[in-house]
Nanobody
Framework: QVQLVESGGGLVQPGGSLRLSCAAS????????MRWYRQAPGKEREWVAS????????TYTDSVKGRFTISRDNAKNTVTLQMNNLQPEDTAVYFC???????WGQGTQVTVSL
């Protein structure tokens, strides 16, 4: 089993940056595909980015390509999401997810506003 705890959210102005982290406990992190999702108020949760267990492959939803970067450190059991050039439409609660275990963290709030 893997337990996930996100951190790093906050309030930032448009064009700013934030770095989200997800700390995982458990023995299966290094074999898990890790994903970031987000859920904006009144909207369904949407997938943002994924990274394979070896970091060989990363994928992103179109709206964040070129602005967000997902990475992981299997030695530290962490996955990060570097978010640059943030825009108001990026405002959401961000969640990390481990697949195939299907586990979720509690989420961290990101607010992009003047």
């Amino acid at each position: 089993q893997v337990q996930l705890v996100e951190s790093g959210g906050g309030l930032v102005q448009p064009g700013g940056s934030l770095r989200l982290s997800c700390a995982a406990s458990g023995t299966t992190f290094s074999t898990s595909v890790m994903r970031w999702y987000r859920q904006a108020p009144g909207k369904e949760r949407e997938w943002v980015a994924s990274i394979t267990s070896s970091s060989r492959t990363t994928t992103y939803t179109d709206s964040v390509k070129g602005r967000f970067t997902i990475s992981r450190d299997n030695a530290k059991n962490t996955v990060t999401l570097q978010m640059n050039n943030l825009q108001p439409e990026d405002t959401a609660v961000y969640f990390c997810n481990a697949w195939p275990a299907g586990l979720w963290g509690q989420g961290t709030q990101v607010t992009v506003s003047l």
